[in-house]
């Protein structure tokens, strides 16, 4: 069994799609971002590639290569998982740290689509999002999001 662990922050414009673990979230603003923002999935990634200790989201995507431009982050998770065969998640534990919009209503889409990219059973895919209490600058003023994801493998 190892353990990894993946954080990501990205900050939020308007006119850019707000999308999580492969959904995209109602919201007036998206993350600014080289791929399509998925803060979620890249932590998500950094968490399995930092699970069997092989670097990190940036060594495998450099932001600086055009080819990952607005790419669809479920493809970036894709080639991780294509590239680590070895590797069984036992369980997925997250937390979304955004002021606004509210979560909730989303957050059961978000483990489906999850645990749909893992090939896992949603009661492994834990999601949990939290407010910045509006402190701590742009996360508090919902003009940046960030997540962090921890996860078990075999
Ligand atoms: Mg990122």
Redesign the pocket.
């Known amino acids: 069994m190892r353990i990894g662990q993946g954080y990501?922050?990205?900050k939020l414009v308007e006119n850019r799609p707000l999308i999580l673990g492969g959904v995209e979230i109602p919201s007036p603003k998206g993350?600014l971002?080289h791929?399509d923002?998925?803060?979620l999935i890249?932590a998500l990634i950094d968490a399995l590639i930092g699970s069997m200790a092989l670097g990190d989201?940036g060594q495998f995507f450099p932001d600086t290569d055009q080819k990952y431009k607005d790419i669809d982050s479920t493809i970036l998770l894709k080639t991780v998982l294509d590239k680590l065969p070895e590797i069984k998640i036992i369980n997925i534990d997250s937390t979304i740290v955004l002021q606004s919009p509210k979560l909730a209503p989303h957050i059961q889409k978000i483990r489906e689509s999850l645990s749909t990219l893992l090939n896992l059973d949603v009661s492994q895919v834990s999601v949990k999002a939290k407010t910045a209490e509006h402190m701590l600058l742009e996360l508090g003023s919902s003009d940046a999001i960030a997540a962090s994801v921890t996860l078990l493998i075999q």
């Open positions: 990501d922050i990205h993350c971002a791929s923002g998925d803060v890249h989201i």
